[in-house]
């Protein structure tokens, strides 16, 4: 699944070769109305939306390949689905695990389970291969920023590259960038905040942690490690699935079909879901204003509030309200505390 950049919607692909595209505003109603687009004679497995929110890309798991819906919206308000005439070619030899849009629109990254993660312009063509030289991949991402490209895998890191295009547009190269290290085991899942100025990682070892990757790599300037906190669950489970929210001040984590959530300032964990599923959790994700997490895996998509998230801010805002210095700050800031608590309590989740 994947939530639009306008944070209207939100894009689903199953086996009953679909996809739905499902209107954000309906998440709190009784009705969830979706637009649906069929995929003729395969079903995706990935789906991303364009930056413009305009189209989206699905990877087909019959054909191996990707392929690009345009969306065009109609007088009714609803919108057409069409399939551009030519899918990507064939490059990748294993099975693909992630794709990514960069929000330049500039790249596509496609990644499969051997080590290769291939970039790709809009029209199809590759422009470069990766070696992530990590036995296997279990997870690859594009930034939100748009600069850079992730992939985990067997080996205990992280590992960043920046996909450079010149001044012009032109595609120049793909350099390494840096390398989140400090896991004593493979890592199976991470994510980026919504500025890309924060990373986390989990790993087999037991441990998620949070890192700060605003730092200066060119000149090798390493990312700092902020918080490490313990996921026993990690080491066991088949799948493990990682979401950091937008403001990177909570972390989802999911193994089987039990979903945890850490806050990230005190690496405590807050709430616990379990069994939300009837099979292994595939995708999770926070949209982009925080409020929400969404957890797939069987045939329904899991709505939850993100409490631990307005939880945060309330305690952002009193240690913020302690050294604000004028008037105006002081009213900013307890207007902000005051929502937050005020949607604490409509949740029945303001902890006295």
Not at 67 to 74: A, L, N
Not at 96 to 103: H, L, Q, S, W
Request: positive net charge.
């Amino acid at each position: 699944m994947d939530f639009s950049s306008n944070g209207k919607y939100l894009a689903t692909c199953a086996d009953d070769r679909t996809i739905r595209i499902w209107s954000t505003k309906d998440f709190l109603q009784r009705e969830h109305r979706s637009m649906r687009a069929n995929v003729e004679l395969d079903h995706a497995t990935l789906v991303r939306f364009s930056p413009d929110c305009r189209a989206f890309i699905v990877w087909l798991a019959n054909g191996d390949t990707l392929r690009v819906f345009k969306m065009t919206k109609r007088e009714d308000g609803g919108y057409t689905f069409t399939a551009t005439p030519e899918d990507f070619p064939k490059k990748h030899k294993a099975p693909v695990i992630d794709v990514g849009i960069a929000n330049t629109g500039k790249f596509i990254m496609t990644a499969s389970s051997d080590t290769t993660v291939l970039i790709w312009s809009l029209k199809g063509q590759v422009l470069s291969t990766i070696n992530t030289n990590q036995m296997n991949n279990t997870h690859a991402a594009v930034s939100p920023c748009g600069r850079f490209v992730a992939s985990c895998g067997f080996t205990p890191d992280v590992k960043v590259w920046e996909v450079c295009f010149g001044k012009k547009g032109e595609f120049q190269e793909v350099v390494r960038a840096f390398e989140l290290k400090g896991h004593s085991a493979a890592v199976r899942s991470f994510a980026f905040s919504n500025d890309s100025r924060r990373m986390a990682s989990v790993s087999k070892d037991g441990t998620w942690k949070l890192w700060d990757t605003d730092v200066e790599y060119k000149k090798q300037q390493d990312p700092y490690l902020l918080r490490t906190g313990r996921f026993e669950e990690a080491a066991g489970a088949a799948t493990c699935r990682l979401a950091l929210s937008p403001d990177a001040q909570v972390l989802a984590l999911a193994s089987g079909s039990s979903i945890h959530l850490y806050n990230t300032r005190r690496g405590e964990k807050e709430e616990c879901f379990e069994r939300v599923h009837g099979e292994c959790i595939t995708d999770l994700s926070f949209d982009i204003t925080g409020r929400f997490l969404a957890s797939c895996g069987d045939r329904a998509v899991r709505l939850f509030h993100n409490t631990p998230g307005h939880r945060a801010i309330v305690e952002e805002m009193q240690g913020h309200l302690k050294r604000a210095s004028t008037d105006s700050t002081r009213q900013r800031l307890q207007q902000k505390l005051t929502q937050a608590q005020e949607t604490l309590k409509s949740l029945g989740a303001l902890k006295k």
